[in-house]
């Protein structure tokens, strides 16, 4: 059996981070994906923002990984020259009731490192944005927006740089402990040995780290759900200069509006949950989008919305359920030596990604 020094699969953009980190500390790294390239699966199938760690609980590892990973982000982007805009966004409040919920989300938000957030008043509010109906909101400046492929493009660059190899068309059937540490392999006819194993598979890690957790584990394995987001393009010009949330919704954080560098609208995404991986986006969803975007922008023309594209977020908590939080787990969770499972990493994935590389890197 080939044994190889350092394995991570999946290349997503955390999957990818972490191949740079563990690259440019020494290790020989190879990163197995099964599709045909990198990052086809959630990395590009998102809105694409740079999250300033409004909601996270105080503790939590969304909260720890967020504002250190976004600052680490926007100064990559910078030296890689990578495209990306502090774009700023509105969490905005719709009633009395939801405007009553802002002071406590604020205050979240600063002792995450949430930066330069501020509470506004309706017509402070709509002096920023003309066209948005609300009660009271929530400015954030260090939100943006990031192109999510020229970030992976220049992860992988660096990685390979430092001497890591990308093998696509190579899907992990499933992983087990090797009495040596780390986990074996097995993709198809063949199997490798991995000294160090980092599952980063996204949507498939749960199935992978099933094979590789030992009984009587500090905890159970978790199981995978899922729940698909849809968005719907704008017909038209962008009403908002900003990105604009509702107050955040279980499974989710609404359908808000998001802008992409081009200056395109696309509004999403929804929450479903599905049992399947597809990404289909049903026309008919379009219903249930008219009327929450029209508490916030009343303006919006009837047939403006069109099926845009949707991905799908690796829950591994069920519907109704409280929010989940990442599960970076190591030996001490689940007793196999040399393997480290990245699972449940939704938003703010993609901000975070850089810290969740050293966080990997630091455990090693």
Not at 139 to 152: E, F, Q, R
Not at 204 to 222: E, I
Not at 234 to 258: K, N, W
Request: charged share 20%.
């Amino acid at each position: 059996m080939e044994r190889l020094d350092a394995v991570v699969v999946g290349a997503g953009v955390v999957g990818l981070a972490v191949a740079r980190a563990l690259a440019r500390a020494g290790r020989e790294v190879t990163i197995v994906e099964k599709a045909q390239s990198f990052g086809t699966g959630t990395s590009s199938r998102n809105s694409e923002v740079l999250h300033a760690g409004l909601y996270y609980p105080a503790g939590s590892l969304r909260a720890q990984v967020c504002s250190p990973g976004r600052n680490a982000l926007y100064a990559y982007c910078a030296e890689r020259g990578i495209p990306h805009q502090r774009i700023g966004k509105l969490l905005v409040a719709c009633s009395a009731e939801e405007a009553a919920r802002l002071p406590a989300i604020l205050a979240q938000a600063q002792a995450n490192g949430a930066e330069g957030m501020r509470l506004l008043a309706a017509a402070e509010a709509r002096a920023l944005e003309p066209e948005l109906d609300c009660t009271a909101a929530i400015l954030s400046p260090a939100t943006g927006i990031v192109d999510s492929h020229a970030l992976m493009l220049a992860l992988l660059a660096d990685a390979e740089a430092a001497g890591a190899t990308l093998a696509v068309d190579t899907p992990v059937d499933a992983l087990a402990p090797h009495p040596e540490g780390g986990a074996v392999l097995r993709c198809g006819d063949f199997s490798v040995h991995g000294r160090l194993t980092v599952n980063a598979a996204g949507l498939g890690a749960c199935r992978l780290a099933a094979g590789c957790w030992q009984a009587g584990a500090a905890l159970p394995c978790p199981r995978a759900y899922m729940a698909k987001g849809n968005y719907f393009a704008l017909s038209g010009r962008a009403p908002f200069s900003r990105l604009v949330y509702p107050l955040p919704q279980p499974g989710g954080l609404g359908v808000h509006i998001t802008l992409d560098l081009g200056g395109r609208a696309r509004f999403g995404p929804d929450v479903e949950w599905v049992e399947a991986e597809t990404y289909d986006v049903d026309p008919a969803r379009a219903a249930r989008f008219y009327p929450a975007i029209r508490r916030y922008w009343p303006g919006l023309p009837e047939g403006a919305l069109r099926p845009d594209t949707s991905g799908i977020r690796p829950k591994i908590v069920p519907e109704g359920a409280p929010a989940q939080d990442f599960l970076v787990a190591g030996v001490e969770t689940h007793g196999v030596p040399g393997v480290i499972h990245l699972l449940g990493i939704e938003s703010p994935g993609l901000t975070a990604c850089l810290a969740l590389a050293d966080l990997v890197a630091a455990r090693i």
